[in-house]
Each structure stands twice: as structure tokens, then as C-alpha cells.
């Protein structure tokens, strides 16, 4: 009980620190290539809705102007690593507090600068039969590296961070970097969209449940795909084998990848910490950045 209690306060004195948001940009200044034309954009939370850790989380849907928010490290603690941020929703809400603002504070208190993306949502389909998605993700990175010198941030440490549709668009993003999905208009769009690493926290969509769990031919993994962290529960109901068919993937091609599957944890907590092991995994993501020599 004293534990628990411990973690509770823990959990409320972390969400009650807000990051210091620096600036906040369009990612499509001229509109989007593919636009979204929906009802305005809102938080859709209702007081049924579940709780994680003992808290509500958004619901934001509508969203039709997608933008990135810059969250930096505070500069005492700067090491230029700078991870771009998609909340997870199931391609129809952003769970953008949960799985988005809360990250950018942890992420600065490592020292790690937070570009956070509200990408458009919702729509019917996702990549690849709808490429909106994919083409706010590559946007998003392209947009974080040109503005490296500005941001004080690292072009060649900056990798990418998603949650469950955000995990599964954040693996898309780095098996899709090659091929720009829009046209060519600004200096932003001569940039790299490679993630230089993955963070891929409870994805969906990349194995296929009417295939048996296959592997999702979707998203082609090669050896030029980045190192990748994964995490899942064995209990998760969209299904643990998203992890462990895409570590499968990665270690076929050679590429760095760190699996942690747990027994319990179901989906959707972020990172707010609870009596479960599973939400403590900020620690282990922290100490793999050291281990692949991002974070020195």
C-alpha cells in the first residue's frame, strides 16, 4: 500500500509539470497536401471515459491543421538528442496529454529536446491506404532537423517516439523515409526524414490478425532501418505480437533492436507510473540511449 501510495504521488507531481514550450509551427503552411475536412478540432473526453493512473486523458479529434510543438531540454541539461513525439488514438483521437506533453516533460528532464506532433486524425484508413499520415510524419522530422542550429538540437541524434497508431506511423516513418509523399516546396523539404532510432511503445497495425499474426509486408524493414526500441504486454489486447513479429523483422536485417515484453499492462498508460513494472519503463528507455551512444 505504502508503494502504491508512493507512485501515486510520484505520477501527480510529474503530470502537474508542464514542459516549457518554445514554439509552436504549422507543418503545412500552405495547407496539407491531402486536407481533412471535418468538424472543428475539440477534446472529445467525456467524465466515462476510463482513467489511467487515476487521471483522465484527451480525446482530441478534428484535427485538420496538424502542427509541431518544440519542447526544449532546459539548456543546463541540453545534449542535443531531440525525439520526435506521435501520440497514439487509433488514428481517430490524439491521446496528445497521455501520450504527448507528459512525454516532452520526461523527455526534458533527461536533457532530450521534445518535438511533438498532432498529426491529422481522423480518418478512415491509415497508411498506405491513406497516406495523410505518413506524410505529417515525414514532415514533422524534416521540419525538427532544419531547425537544428536554431533549437540547439543534433540533425544526426534526432529519432522518433510513438504510442500504439502513433508507435505503428513512427515504424512506418522508418521504413519509408526515401520517398517523399508530397511535392517538393520549401528548403525543410531537402531534409533527411530518416529517424536516426524507435521508440515503438505498444504498437498496432503491424502484425495482421486476419493473417495470423503475420508480420505487416506494410512496413519493409532492411538492414538501413534504425536501431528501435520496443514495448508491449503480453496482455495487451491489440496483441503483443506487434513487437515480437517487428523484433523478429529487425534482427533478420541486422538492425539494433531492444525487446521488453511484460506480463501485465494492458494499453494505453503512457508513462504514468503505477504498481505495474511495465510503466517504469521510461528507466529502461533511458539507459538504451546510453547503450547505442545517443545519449553519452
Avoid at 486523458?57 to 525525439?83: C, D, Q, R, W
Avoid at 525543410?188 to 503475420?214: E, H, R, T
Wanted: aromatic share 10%; hydrophobic share 40%.
Amino acid at each position: 500500500m505504502r508503494t502504491f501510495l508512493l507512485l501515486a504521488i510520484a505520477s501527480f507531481a510529474f503530470a502537474s509539470i508542464a514542459p516549457a514550450q518554445k514554439v509552436t509551427l504549422p507543418l503545412w503552411p500552405n495547407g496539407a497536401p491531402e486536407p481533412y475536412h471535418g468538424g472543428p478540432e475539440q477534446d472529445i473526453t467525456k467524465p466515462t471515459d476510463a482513467l489511467i493512473a487515476g487521471r483522465s486523458l484527451m480525446h482530441l479529434t478534428n484535427v485538420s491543421n496538424p502542427t509541431l510543438a518544440f519542447y526544449p531540454a532546459p539548456a543546463e541539461k541540453n545534449t542535443g538528442v531531440a525525439i520526435v513525439v506521435f501520440p497514439g488514438g487509433g488514428y481517430r483521437i490524439l491521446a496528445y496529454d497521455l501520450e504527448g506533453t507528459e512525454v516532452c516533460t520526461w523527455l526534458n528532464s533527461i536533457g532530450v529536446n521534445c518535438a511533438l506532433v498532432k498529426y491529422r486524425v481522423p480518418f478512415a484508413t491509415h497508411y498506405p491506404e491513406n497516406t495523410a499520415d505518413l506524410e505529417d510524419a515525414q514532415q514533422a522530422m524534416r521540419i525538427t532537423r532544419t531547425h537544428a542550429a536554431e533549437w540547439n538540437i543534433d540533425p544526426n541524434r534526432t529519432g522518433v517516439l510513438g504510442f500504439s497508431a502513433g508507435a505503428h506511423l513512427s515504424a512506418a516513418l522508418s521504413t519509408h523515409y526515401d520517398r517523399r509523399l508530397y511535392p517538393h516546396t520549401d528548403a525543410a523539404d531537402d531534409q533527411s526524414c530518416k529517424p536516426d532510432f524507435a521508440f515503438i511503445i505498444y504498437p498496432g497495425y503491424l502484425a495482421l490478425a486476419d493473417k495470423n499474426m503475420a508480420f505487416n509486408p506494410d512496413i519493409p524493414v532492411t538492414s538501413a532501418t534504425p536501431a528501435t526500441f520496443l514495448l508491449q504486454a503480453e496482455d495487451d489486447p491489440v496483441h503483443v505480437e506487434n513487437v515480437t513479429q517487428y523484433f523478429l523483422a529487425l534482427k533478420k536485417a541486422g538492425v539494433p533492436a531492444e525487446l521488453h515484453v511484460y506480463t501485465k499492462g494492458g494499453h494505453g498508460y503512457g508513462l504514468r507510473p503505477t504498481d505495474l513494472p511495465i510503466t517504469h519503463w521510461p528507466a529502461l528507455a533511458a539507459t538504451w540511449l546510453h547503450t547505442i551512444g545517443v545519449l553519452h
